[in-house]
């Protein structure tokens, strides 16, 4: 139990700070949201509690197959909200959008033998 809460905590401030800096320096903080610590302490996480180099090998390809269908979002949320359509609309959009792609990784990918 304590891990957990340890884990979150970490994975809580590291969130927490993104979203401070990106009050005041948007580009800066759009960084540190971009870069993929969410992955990094994922398999941080999951190496120390089962140290299973195929078993991560598999976690960090799938991984990579599953944020390149979550980049659109990040294209349709700012055409949206430039085209003044409100936040939560916007967010709603570029979720449902992340959301279809991930079915179609997940439906198209095992056909061509990628492992998710």
Partial sequence: ?????????????????ASTLARRYPGFGALIASL???????????????????NMADHAGATFWYVLP?????LLIPALLRHGVGFWPALAAGC?????????VTWIGPRFGLVL
């Fill in 70 to 74: 979550s980049l659109p979002m990040f």
């Fill in 96 to 104: 449902v959008l992340t959301i279809v792609l991930y079915l179609g």
């Fill in 36 to 54: 993929p610590l969410v992955s990094v302490l994922g398999m941080i996480w999951l190496w120390i509690d089962k140290p299973d180099p195929a």
């Fill in 1 to 17: 139990m304590l891990a957990l809460i340890l884990k979150s905590a970490l994975s809580g401030i590291m969130i927490a700070l």
